[in-house]
């Protein structure tokens, strides 16, 4: 069970929906490392009561300031939302355990390896590993950037390789790092954010550097720590402090995909990263999943298993534009942040960071209410 399936099962749950997970693999773990979540999203956790929890286990963005290699300012901009929700940085193990508890017992299930969902009979269908099957009225595809349900809804097509990996990792949060907001470095070709995390006890760091791509077959291997260091030598000796406390880091290759075409087919929607998995340079990708999650339980709450496929189109018309443009700003961050990242023709590289109030403004149950009822309206009888 990753973030964003997590997330939705909670979602759903709060709407009355009766949620089954399956999950691969024999347990639920999360990589130990850090999350950002934006007000876009945390001001939909504080409606299921979680803003008590959030700032017990996280720690509250106060500004995220951006530095040059040597620790020259050159951006940054406040986090809070108007409406006075914050963004927090968070701990991803933590935070997938408080989702998990907050599923009635017996509606997980682990060790269960997903090969195929299909539309079936008015049924959508779903075929395990083990030869089991099992059908419902919908089937929510959260099963991340190498879905198996994707194949479901478009052509099967592998993600596209970004040239750049991740270097990430936990440090305490000690004497010479004492961090209490996160923060960017960047010398255009690579990038290091770092970020306190579990009550400010921890400093998550991810390094993003250019890469030929790790060997084949693996996504994420452990990273060598003199390779980390040489790749931020020279840099604010903030960073050079927190590098020199890491004692263990992962590196993971970085893989997107551009927007699909469709999110739906027939009883079966995709979710977080099997739907739209971008690089983290807006930090946005679990958001995503949180506002997926949150907009399909609005949609899904109290309807007949015959309204099924339409409240999944009206998902799809909800999220397939915010979405897109998500992945846009991402893309637009990752060529800031890396002078070597693609421009598209007649594209010019961005100045800054993206960042705007607008983007964390966006309310998704609101909006779901909106095209719910524009849906509504539509199917009325004119008198
Ligand atoms: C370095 C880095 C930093 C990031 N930082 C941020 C950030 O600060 N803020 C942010 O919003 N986003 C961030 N992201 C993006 C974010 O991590 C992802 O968007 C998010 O974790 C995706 O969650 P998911 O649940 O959709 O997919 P996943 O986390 O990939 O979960 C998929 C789950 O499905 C299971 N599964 C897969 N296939 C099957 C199958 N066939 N059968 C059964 N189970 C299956 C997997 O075991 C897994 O548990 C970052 C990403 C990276 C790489």
């Given at each position: ?52 929890t ?34 927090y ?43 089991a ?24 097509a ?59 077959g ?29 004692t ?44 997926d ?5 609005v ?72 095209i ?11 008198p």
């Open positions: 069970m990753g973030l964003g399936g997590a997330t939705a099962a909670a979602a759903l749950t709060h709407r009355g929906c009766d949620v089954t997970v399956f999950e691969q693999a024999s347990e639920i773990r999360e990589v130990g490392a850090g999350v950002v979540i934006w007000s876009s999203t945390s001001r939909l956790l504080a409606r299921i009561g979680m803003t008590d959030l700032d017990r286990i996280g720690v509250r963005a106060k500004e995220l300031p951006a530095f040059d290699a040597k620790g020259s300012r050159i951006g940054g901009s406040p986090t809070t939302g108007d409406d006075g929700a914050a963004a940085f968070l701990h991803r193990a933590e935070l997938l355990q408080i989702f998990s508890d907050m599923l009635p017992p017996g509606h997980v299930r682990l060790g269960k390896r997903c090969v195929q969902a299909t539309n079936e009979n008015g049924r959508a269908k779903l075929v395990f590993a083990d030869g099957t099992e059908e419902f009225d919908v089937v929510i595809g959260a099963d991340g950037i190498h879905s198996v349900a994707q194949h479901a809804v478009v052509p099967p592998p993600p596209i390789f970004s040239n750049l990996a991740a270097y990430r990792g936990l440090v305490p949060n000690g004497p010479g790092i004492a961090m209490d907001d996160g923060a960017v470095w960047t010398d255009r070709k690579r990038y290091l954010v770092a970020y306190p995390v579990s009550s400010g006890r921890l400093v998550n760091f991810v390094g993003v550097v250019p890469s030929q791509g790790l060997p084949e693996s996504w994420s291997m452990r990273g060598s720590l003199k390779e980390l260091r040489a790749e931020f030598d020279g840099w604010d000796s903030r960073v050079g402090r927190i590098l020199d406390a890491v263990e880091t992962y590196l993971w290759s970085l893989f997107y995909r551009k927007p699909l075409p469709r999110i739906v087919a027939g009883r079966i929607a995709l979710l977080g990263d099997a739907a739209h998995p971008m690089t983290p340079h807006a930090g946005m990708g679990f958001g995503q999943a949180i506002e999650g949150f907009g399909l339980a949609l899904l709450e109290g309807c007949t298993a015959a309204q099924v496929p339409e409240r999944l189109r009206l998902y799809e018309a909800l999220r397939l534009p915010r979405t897109a443009e998500v992945q846009d700003i991402t893309r637009r961050n990752a060529q800031f942040f890396h002078e070597t990242f693609p421009l598209a023709p007649g594209e010019d590289r961005p100045g800054g960071i993206y960042a705007s109030r607008e983007l964390f403004g966006h309310d998704v149950e609101a909006a779901a209410r909106t719910l009822q524009k849906a509504g309206d539509a199917r009325r009888p004119v």
